[in-house]
């Protein structure tokens, strides 16, 4: 069956910090991998997107980056974290055509 | 790329009443998608409507589609305590990586 891996569940990083958010999904091949983050109380921003290793585009210019090592692996970086970084991040996977987005379960990062 | 615009942004109901939402977007797509969030929780896609089809049903849920409209509604029928959450539409582009943009959402209540 298909799922996805999403850690930590929560993190307190200091302002300036660095920042390392792994997604990994598994029992499907090739899926489209997006990073969204979610402000308390607001909707989803779309932050990252790839539809395969090494590709990504990027929807919001901001101090984030991310990279697709391997073809179900999706990270989340920052060199140097604000406290605008703080919210609460999820990944999610789909396959092209088929079906909706699955998401992970999130990581609710403070920034302090 | 296209982004849902749910309303209301907040509804209250009692237990055992239907409650509706409701979607707008802006441009031409393959297919429309609803999405649950529990508080603190990843999303959860509830049901996806393509755009030739009018209506669909999924146990409680009836979803409803106008494309000449641009416009799509969400029913719940005999809501219980346990459908309080977040309901997000999200219509998809045919083209392109599939990336699914979200509204604010509609912050539902059930009170028992």
């Known amino acids: 069956s298909q799922t996805i891996h999403q850690w930590p569940a929560t993190l307190v990083q200091p302002v300036g910090s660095p920042l390392s958010l792994e997604c990994t999904v598994e029992?499907?091949?090739?899926?489209?991998l997006y990073w969204y983050r979610q402000a308390a109380g607001r909707g989803l921003q779309l932050l990252f997107y790839?539809?395969?290793?090494?590709?990504i585009s990027s929807e919001v210019p901001q101090n984030l980056s991310a990279s697709r090592p391997q073809d179900r692996q999706f990270i989340l970086s920052s060199k140097k974290l604000l406290l605008s970084d703080s919210g609460f991040y999820l990944c999610a996977w789909s396959v092209w055509q088929v079906g909706g987005y699955t998401f992970g379960s999130g990581t609710r990062l403070t920034v302090v | 790329s296209q982004q849902g615009e749910e309303d209301p942004q907040a509804l209250s109901i009692q237990e055992g009443e239907n409650a509706t939402m409701n979607c707008s977007y802006k441009?031409?797509?393959?297919?429309l998608q609803w999405y649950r969030q529990n508080s603190g929780r990843g999303l959860v896609h509830l049901i996806l409507i393509r755009s030739n089809e009018r209506e669909k049903h999924s146990g409680r849920l009836r979803v409803t589609l106008d494309t000449s409209k641009k416009s799509s509604s969400l029913l719940i029928t005999a809501s219980r305590a346990a459908d309080t959450a977040s309901y997000f539409c999200a219509p998809q582009e045919a083209q392109g990586a599939q990336k699914l943009v979200f509204g604010q959402g509609t912050r539902l209540t059930i009170n028992p």
């Open positions: 029992g499907t091949s090739n899926p489209n």
């Open positions: 441009t031409s797509i393959n297919n």
């Open positions: 790839s539809v395969g290793i090494g590709q």
